[in-house]
């Protein structure tokens, strides 16, 4: 056991309009209990569009849910079409905020260096970024999956100082494990893990890097998450297609009961 809290992310990508996320949530809570959302963080991510109701849900009837974001601009304000802010997402009550998604690496082109001023932009606005780094399958396949990967962790942080980085998750995704089915093996995500914590080390301390919650993502399901969930560095895990059915994402939150 280490101190960490584990973190349970839904991340609803371009799904649910915010009728049918203010459902998905009281399905999810309908589901939920105490001892599911006790000592660990469950977030969901869900659009933008559907925050506003989503915090509404929550403060009202109390729920053990925090709200994620999934994307955020660099900048507190400015002339940016489209566009969404860290002060805006935090008076909305988001905690956390997904940069650097491998979708939003490929189709909107972002590199580590943007990754990097969101991660920070998140951190000075009070959010927690969940920076999110991944090898493709032909990294994979070349045996060069670690220095991919940890080239982008090494490229998200520069702008991330020692005393903010405890605030700071990082998430493994392999991009060829994600919404393919395919997830990579316990002993795989462990590895990979463990090296992130190595290179979050060097970068800062190992107290410091001891502290960082490094999660899994990449076709997580009721069926892997407790392989998923002892191991050592994997402190959580960020879920796609199973966080759309409130069924599923709670046995993902519930994976300690003994069903
Ligand atoms: P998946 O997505 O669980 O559907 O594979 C994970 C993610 O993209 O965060």
């Known amino acids: 056991m280490n101190a960490r809290t584990p973190l349970i992310v839904g991340n609803w990508k371009m799904h649910r309009d915010h009728l049918?996320?203010?459902?998905?949530?009281?399905?999810?809570?309908?589901?939920?209990?105490?001892?599911?959302?006790?000592?660990?963080?469950?977030?969901v991510?869900?659009?933008?569009?559907?925050?506003?109701?989503?915090?509404?849900?929550?403060?009202?009837?109390?729920?053990?849910?925090?709200?994620?974001?999934?994307?955020?601009?660099?900048?507190?304000?400015?002339?940016?079409?489209?566009d969404i802010s860290v002060p805006m997402l935090a008076r909305l009550d988001v905690r956390y905020v997904v940069v650097?998604?491998?979708?939003?690496?490929?189709?909107?082109g972002e590199d580590d260096a943007l990754i990097a001023r969101k991660a920070r932009a998140a951190l000075a606005g009070g959010l927690r970024p969940i920076v999110c780094v991944g090898e493709?399958?032909?990294?994979?396949?070349s045996g060069q999956a670690e220095e991919v990967v940890l080239a982008q962790v090494r490229g998200s942080l520069v702008d991330v100082s020692p005393a903010e980085a405890a605030?700071?998750?990082?998430?493994?995704?392999?991009?060829?494990?994600?919404?393919?089915g395919r997830t990579a093996t316990p002993a795989d995500a462990q590895?990979?893990?463990?090296?992130?914590?190595?290179?979050?080390?060097?970068?800062?301390?190992?107290?410091?890097?001891?502290?960082?919650?490094?999660?899994?993502?990449?076709?997580?399901?009721?069926?892997?998450?407790?392989s998923l969930m002892t191991l050592d560095d994997v402190d959580g895990v960020l879920v796609g297609g199973a966080s759309l059915s409130a069924e599923d994402f709670a046995l993902i939150v519930g994976h300690r009961r003994g069903v």
């Open 20 to 43: 049918e996320a203010i459902q998905l949530l009281q399905r999810l809570a309908y589901h939920l209990t105490e001892e599911d959302t006790a000592e660990q963080e469950t977030v």
């Open 45 to 82: 991510c869900p659009p933008f569009t559907a925050l506003r109701s989503l915090q509404t849900l929550i403060q009202s009837d109390r729920m053990a849910v925090a709200l994620g974001a999934q994307d955020c601009h660099p900048d507190p304000e400015g002339a940016h079409t489209g």
């Open 100 to 108: 650097g998604h491998s979708e939003r690496r490929l189709h909107h």
């Open 136 to 141: 493709g399958e032909t990294a994979r396949e």
């Open 167 to 180: 605030d700071l998750v990082i998430a493994y995704e392999p991009v060829w494990a994600i919404g393919t």
């Open 191 to 226: 590895d990979m893990a463990a090296a992130i914590r190595g290179a979050l080390a060097e970068r800062y301390d190992e107290a410091t890097a001891a502290g960082i919650r490094i999660l899994y993502g990449g076709s997580v399901k009721p069926a892997n998450i407790r």
